[in-house]
């Protein structure tokens, strides 16, 4: 069965610093990774997705994950935090069957402080 | 983009009442729409598929005549609380695939979600 853990509820990060924010999955084959953004009032936007092709994947907003199928990761990261990237994010593994379920993380919520 | 709006973003109600929650895709027609469950701390879970005149997939441990989901148009799905308790109280919400080729993981647009309060 499919699922997906993100490791922290909440991250702090001081502007202009690197962000981090962990995904661990389950797959019993190949899956496909997606990281989503939720700004507050907004809809759930998607910001990368990797399907098997090149590991490391680049995103919108400078946000880039790579694929680590020996640790089962997907780790979303940054070079330097912008307070508009505050927000809650979203990892989801797609499980491809009829019209590809998605299986969401619980979420982590990025706080930016000047 | 694409667009899809939820209505109402928040809403706070009395034990036992109903709750109409409303999404709509608002530059695209939409043949299937999702909705989803959050509970606090929790993921969102995939509750049902709305299909576009004819009735919802529910998924496993859902009950349908607890979430009534309507899809009577291109645009609009609605999903009602029925006789709504505590806990029900959680956050909902819907997406919908655009058309056009690729994934429809590429396709898929989101609501901003509806927070439901049931006292």
């Known amino acids: 069965a499919q699922s997906v853990t993100q490791l922290d509820s909440h991250v702090s990060v001081s502007e202009g610093t690197p962000v981090l924010l962990r995904c661990n999955y389950s797959?019993?084959?190949?899956?496909?990774l997606f990281w989503y953004v939720q700004h507050p009032n907004k809809g759930l936007q998607l910001l990368l997705k990797?399907?098997?092709?090149?590991?490391l994947v680049k995103g919108i907003n400078g946000f880039e994950a790579e694929f680590k199928k020996s640790e089962t990761s997907f780790h979303l990261t940054k070079p330097s935090a912008h307070m508009s990237d505050a927000a809650e994010y979203f990892c989801v593994v797609s499980v491809k069957g009829g019209y590809n379920k998605l299986i969401f993380g619980a979420g982590t919520r990025l706080a930016v402080h000047p | 983009g694409a667009v899809v709006s939820q209505h109402p973003s928040r809403v706070i109600c009395k034990s036992g009442t109903s709750v109409k929650i409303e999404c709509r895709s608002l530059?695209?027609?939409?043949?299937?729409m999702f909705w989803y469950r959050q509970f606090p701390k929790k993921s969102l879970m995939l509750m049902a598929t709305s299909n576009e005149g004819s009735k919802a997939t529910y998924e496993q441990g859902v009950e349908k005549d607890k979430f009534l989901i309507n899809h009577a148009s291109l645009t609009l799905s609605t999903l009602t609380v029925t006789s709504a308790h505590p806990e029900d109280s959680s956050f909902y919400i819907c997406?919908?695939?655009?058309?056009?080729?690729?994934?429809?993981?590429?396709?898929?647009?989101f609501g901003s979600g509806t927070q439901l309060s049931v006292l």
């Open positions: 797959s019993s084959y190949s899956p496909s």
């Open positions: 997406s919908a695939p655009s058309q056009g080729r690729g994934q429809l993981i590429e396709k898929l647009f």
């Open positions: 530059d695209f027609q939409a043949t299937t």
């Open positions: 990797y399907t098997s092709a090149a590991t």
